[in-house]
């Protein structure tokens, strides 16, 4: 038996923070159904044991940076889902003050240096931050999440080349969730695994079951001990699935064969995790009831928090463009 | 006083600041054992190593990437674009990125990020070698815009670039890299948005904007001789933009040139005469004029780089217009 399943402790947070995740985003289409929420957001669901096996496998310390379908990866990173949840509101409580929105949390405190709305964008950011590391020999890690359809973007080319070439300490994580927006990735991309390009960067390139929360972290606390002996960078392939559509207002349907979709939610993280360890009597089905009503409690008071803050004054607005807030003026 | 080159002042004020500060770090195509494509970095990889005078493969935009990643994380990088006109080939992360992190973060973070780059015409080196693109970066809010006009400006604004806790565009110009300059010794820094009267003059008010203040010299040594005072103005820094510096020049001569090197539609020069216009209309004698770089794409001939561009003679015979018409008017 892997040594993790034997820390009940382990399993239980890797369970909960699937579990925050795929409720977050539940309330997040709730919400958005209600007309509450602003804007877009892009749903994770489906997918959370790439973030959860990842994050998991990285110390305080380390970098990573996220995606515009990025929630799963900062709730994995332990983020406040009451300032998360301001966010996606627009209220001034939240991570940005309202000013990013789902697609730009940022939580300096927890080495997230950001979602980011533009595809692939966080490749090179995450990049430098391992060169960061690198050189002020501090052992930190940077991880970057990106999608099947980044690995196309010549950012990931360019980032993982320098990476490769300087040996830097950066986990390039890509969850191929098989569709850009509507593109099936089999259609514009001529390699059956996105992993196999390492071998173009003379780095590891690996693949795993993107619904294997244990696969995952086994295989990110790979690459994480491999960067911090500088040993330089690994690919990681997470073969995934996103059940919802690109975002809130697409229902994903018109470009996906309904019977694939129903495949790949057999297959959900969370029931499988979940089933895994009620046969393994890891936990008892009352103990799950327990973590089950504690996460809904988290995402209850997140949803509570965010609809009880204010939003920002209008003079907000013409705040933290530049570091120095008294500079702001001369500059509008 | 010594004379260096622009070059030459700009290797030095990175040296300084290098050795001054650990954090700070360059990366750049060309800049190690070339020292730099203009000489800029002459030197500095010998002295600093392949870890902090970083040579990139060709890959801008990923490596202004990088510098941001590095800047996020506790360094100062300067980063390096050979040519402005490169600067869209890093689009996504100069725009996108660099500029809007701190406010999309809600002024989580802050970015000491200086980006280098060269602009200018007169080496035949045709469309896409050439441009002044500073309107392009200026229009974006986020981002200081810094427009060095010799050797001496040009080592005090990158100081203070290099110190900034926000990311600086700083663009170098190409004509200048061997001009040398009295260049005092120590330390030199020149605050942003603090526009410099080079001539103080009564009869028109030339604002320039780097090569232009230089040129504009040179054409106000000809007119002197024919009794036309002009005041030129090095407005140094396009953000944050000194208003005030223009506003009082032009209250006292009430006639305004603006001379840029960038391109005329949608400029720097435009952005100024509209910027002002509330404050001077009263005291003007006749119409705000400017002279830019005509609305084509840079072309290769030296004949025809010449007809496009600004030049001292240009700004001579644009000044003579100025001050017949008043005359007459």
Known sequence: MLKILRDSDFLAKLFKDMLKIRLFENKVVELYSNGIMPGLAHLYIGEEAVAVGVCNALSEQDYVTSTHRGHGHVIARGA?????????????????????????IIDMTKGLLGANGIVAAGI??????????????TKQVSVVFFGDAASNHGNFHESINMAAAWKLPVIYVCENNLYGISVDIRKVTNTENIADRACAYNIPGQIVDGNDVVAVFEIAQKAVERARQGLGPTLIECKTYRWKGHHLADPGTIYRAEKERKEWIQKCPIKNFKERMIKNNTFSEKEIII????IKELIDNATEFALNSSYPEKSEAYEDIYFSAKEEEVYL | MREITYAQAISEAIDEEMRRDEKVIMFGEDIGIKGGN?????????????????????????FVGLALGAALTGLRPIVEIMYSDFLVVAGDQIFNQLAKIRYMSGGQTKVPLTLCTTIGMGRSTAAQHSQSLHALVSHVPGLKVVMPSNATEAKGLLKTAIRDDNPVIFFEHRMEFNQKHNVPEGEILIPFGKANIVKEGKDITVVGIAREVSNSLKASERLVKEGIDIEIIDLRTIVPMDRKTII???????????VDEGHERCGVAAEIGMDIIKNVFFDLDLPIERICTKNVPIPFSPILEEEIMPTEDKIYHRVKRMMRRDNIG
């Open chain 2, 38 to 62: 203009f000489g800029q970095t002459q030197g500095l990889y010998e002295k600093y190593g392949e870890w902090r005078i970083k040579d990139t493969p060709i890959s801008e935009n990923s």
């Open chain 1, 124 to 137: 090179p950011i995450a990049t430098g931050a391992g060169y960061s590391a690198k050189y002020r020999k």
């Open chain 1, 291 to 294: 973590f089950e009503n504690e």
């Open chain 2, 248 to 258: 009082n020049s032009v209250k006292k001569t009430g006639k305004l040139l603006i």
């Open chain 1, 80 to 104: 406040d889902l009451n300032k998360m949840m301001a966010e996606i509101l627009g209220r001034r409580t939240g991570y940005c003050k309202g000013k990013g929105g789902s697609m730009h």
